[in-house]
């Protein structure tokens, strides 16, 4: 069974950059895709997520060109660089671990705990 334990959220003003970490244990062989979902008002959002391998698999619109996912396998650490964040992409961001393309909440299958990003000036 995964467990992911994010770090790294924290306050920023609009226009800074933030990058959050999330610890995958148990992850060694397993064919779920990673990936990080932001808490809207109805879901949580899909942001980005990728393959076992380290492909991307998905990336928000709203979010390329600004933000970054990768996964350092040795130390079983996913990743999601932020730069010039918004006002509105405040909140609580969750790690997540699910069938690929893990874009939506239907494929996730294991959720972290959560970490909250607040962007405001």
């Known amino acids: 069974r995964l467990q992911l334990a994010e770090s790294g959220g924290g306050s920023v003003q609009p226009g800074g950059s933030l990058r959050l970490s999330c610890t995958v244990s148990?992850?060694?062989?397993?064919?779920?895709?990673l990936g990080w979902f932001r808490q809207a008002p109805k879901e949580r959002e899909a942001i980005a997520a990728l393959?076992?391998?380290?492909?991307?698999?998905y990336v928000a619109n709203s979010v390329q060109g600004r933000f970054t996912i990768s996964h350092d396998y040795a130390q079983n650490t996913l990743y999601l660089q932020m730069n010039s964040l918004k006002a509105e992409e405040g909140g609580m961001y969750y790690c997540?671990?699910?069938?690929?393309?893990?874009?939506?909440?239907?494929?996730?299958?294991?959720w972290g705990q959560g970490t909250q990003v607040t962007v405001s000036s």
């Open positions: 148990q992850y060694t062989g397993s064919s779920y895709c």
């Open positions: 997540a671990a699910g069938r690929c393309p893990l874009s939506s909440m239907p494929l996730v299958e294991y």
């Open positions: 393959f076992p391998g380290g492909r991307a698999t």
